[in-house]
């Protein structure tokens, strides 16, 4: 088993940045795809990005495609997500999932295709 730890949340006003940090442990995260999502009050958790285990093939989700990035260091076992230009409507509980796979550029969408996931980190954009 592979746990995950994310770190890195806080209170950040809009237009500023913050980079969340997934960190593992148990397993190398090497063949690992992961994935961020987020869940906001009173609503579904969605997804944000994914990233495959070769760290090479990344996709996002329409309302954070050029202002989020995600990057896998497999040296660190740490899964990072950058996030710059913050909205209000970004606020919400960040969480990292893992799910291994033999298709090192497959990508995962839907958060039931995740077998990990980490406790979660808060982010609030004021506006």
């Known amino acids: 088993q592979v746990q995950l730890v994310e770190s890195g949340g806080g209170l950040v006003q809009a237009g500023g940045s913050l980079r969340l940090s997934c960190a593992a442990s148990?397993?190398?995260?090497?063949?690992?795809?992961m994935g961020w999502f987020r869940q906001a009050p009173g609503k579904e958790r969605e997804f944000v990005g994914a990233i495959n285990s070769r760290g090479n093939t990344i996709d996002y989700s329409d309302s954070v495609e050029g202002r989020f990035t995600i990057s896998k260091a497999n040296a660190k076992n740490t899964v990072y997500l950058q996030m710059n230009s913050l909205k209000p409507e970004d606020t919400a509980v960040y969480y990292c999932?893992?799910?291994?796979?033999?298709?090192?550029?497959?990508?995962?969408?839907?958060?039931?295709?995740?077998?990990?996931w980490g406790q979660g980190t808060q982010v609030t954009v004021s506006s």
């Open positions: 148990g397993r190398s995260i090497r063949p690992y795809a």
């Open positions: 999932a893992a799910v291994v796979t033999s298709f090192s550029s497959r990508l995962y969408w839907r958060d039931y295709e995740y077998d990990y």
